[in-house]
């Protein structure tokens, strides 16, 4: 299961960017097409987050569709595998969006004194 490893990295990310603030919420984009499963990362979340200033945080995950251009006639279309084939009979495809995985927002506790 390499969600556990990426857990890891997600935490120590977001460890870094909080400065030492409590985290309160963690809003992860994972796309369709990475190979990532949002469900193992939702079980590893909390276990990687032990003893950090990110447990307790709400972890929340938008999953990102799989959308492909056409190269041979430019449509654009949603795709749910990183291959496939266009209307037109091309198979000549790019990805637009789908394969990311990104720490969209970190939400931190400030204390006012």
Do not use: W, Y
Request: aromatic fraction near 4%; glycine fraction near 8%; include cysteine.
């Amino acid at each position: 299961m390499h969600e556990l490893g990426i857990t890891r990295n997600i935490i120590a990310i977001v460890k870094e960017n909080a400065h030492n603030h409590r985290v309160k919420r963690v809003t992860l984009e994972i796309g369709k097409l990475s190979a990532i499963m949002p469900d193992a990362i939702e079980f590893c979340f909390d276990i990687c987050a032990q003893g950090t200033i990110v447990e307790g945080a709400k972890l929340e995950i938008i999953e990102v569709p799989g959308m492909a251009r056409c190269q041979q006639c430019g449509v654009t279309f949603t795709v749910d595998k990183p291959f496939g084939i266009c209307q037109c009979g091309s198979v000549g495809l790019d990805l637009i969006t789908g394969e990311e995985l990104k720490i969209r927002e970190i939400e931190v506790e400030e204390l006012c004194v």
